[in-house]
């Protein structure tokens, strides 16, 4: 659920963008797991990373570099209990689009229960490029 602060979405800035939070959703990574071990858990889950990223245009995964070295080395440590999923939008729009519309971009991360992933995604959100992972979505008429 979004907070909301004097009845306005939480806006963050996203390289030269700033960006409003449509919608941030944690959850149990390890939800209905019975078994497994680190390893295991880390390439199943890199698996359906790059199935969603398939599925889903403007996902940035942060961190899914180190995602794909730790599968590589056979890491035995756990990923962070949380995973969690943001939606921005914002009225920016490239060049050259006369189109009605917005860019939205979507971004997801792990992290532990202790952690504030409204700050968290400040922080990741920070120093990408909007321009280059944002997609234009057309106002439905």
Known sequence: MIQRQNDALRC????HVR?????LTVSDDREGML?????LHRRFRLMGIEKAMAATPYLYVHDLDQLRA?????VEEWLPREAVHARLTSPWTPEGIAE?????????????????????????????????????I???E
Do not use: K, N
Request: proline share 8%; net charge negative.
């Open 70 to 74: 730790d599968v590589e080395g056979r």
């Open 100 to 136: 009605p519309g917005h860019t939205a971009l979507s971004i997801m991360w792990f992290q532990t229960a202790a952690q504030d992933p409204f700050a968290r995604l400040a922080t990741i959100a920070r120093p990408l490029d909007w321009s280059s992972l944002a997609g234009f």
């Open 12 to 15: 963050y800035q996203v390289g």
């Open 138 to 140: 057309p106002f439905e």
């Open 35 to 39: 078994e497994g071990t680190p390893y």
């Open 19 to 23: 960006a409003e939070l449509r919608a």
